[in-house]
């Protein structure tokens, strides 16, 4: 089974600041197969980006990844007031196709 | 519009049995797998089920092997999870997703609220 660890557990920014989150494999993720998601309260989550740097449909150029192997990299250029939430890597080349413990972005 | 609406959750106690159902509309369901993954209150994602297209491969968290089945009608657009043996780490939002052609998990439920309790 893949671990993810994601880090930092929080991270406390200000709108218009610049996050990069990180997510560590325990091994080699194949194929770069790492999706990152958001996920605000009470509602689903919501793909962000796939293949470790394609953003999905609809994602504002803002958000961007980055990553290959064992490190994975979600940046954002500069935060806005809906970027607030809590963000989760998932590797999904192999089962268990595992998530991380989340990373939350919170306002400063 | 693409749309996935879960139902069937609910409370249930210790040992008992639940049948998860989610019903998937604006997309050709036959082209896609599925997948089930749950949130514990206050806890993180955690993938717990994958089914292909044509239900040829199937995959399951270890937590769950044995107890929970996934599977699917096409005709009738339609996922579910059965789930027996329930027990109270067992309660959580469960969502069903789908499994996108360009990859991950792109389009998700409202999710179905389980909760284990006697």
């Known amino acids: 089974e893949i671990v993810l660890t994601q880090s930092p557990a929080t991270l406390s920014l200000s709108p218009g600041e610049r996050a990069t989150l990180s997510c560590g494999a325990s091994q080699s993720v194949s194929s770069s197969y790492l999706a990152w998601y958001q996920q605000k309260p009470g509602l689903a989550p919501r793909l962000l980006i796939y293949?470790?740097?394609s953003r999905a449909t609809g994602i504002p150029d803002r958000f961007s990844g980055s990553g290959s192997g064992t490190d994975f990299t979600l940046t954002i250029s500069r935060l806005e007031p809906e970027d607030f939430a809590v963000y989760y890597c998932q590797q999904y080349g192999s089962s268990p196709f595992t998530f991380g413990g989340g990373t939350k972005v919170e306002i400063k | 519009e693409v749309q996935l609406v879960e139902s069937g959750g609910g409370l249930v106690k210790p040992g008992g049995s639940l049948r998860l159902s989610c019903a998937a509309s604006?997309?050709?369901?036959?082209?896609?797998?599925m997948n089930w993954v749950r949130q514990a209150p206050g806890k993180g994602l955690e993938w717990v089920s994958s089914i292909s297209s044509s239900s040829s491969y199937i995959y399951y968290a270890d937590s769950v092997k044995g107890r929970f089945t996934i599977s699917r009608d096409n005709a009738k657009n339609s996922l579910y999870l059965q789930m027996n043996s329930l027990r109270a780490e067992d309660t959580a939002v469960y969502y069903c997703?789908?499994?996108?052609?360009?990859?991950?998990?792109?389009?998700w439920g409202q999710g179905t609220m389980v909760t284990v309790s006697s």
């Open positions: 604006g997309f050709t369901f036959s082209s896609y797998s």
């Open positions: 293949d470790a740097s």
């Open positions: 997703a789908r499994w996108g052609i360009v990859g991950a998990f792109d389009i």
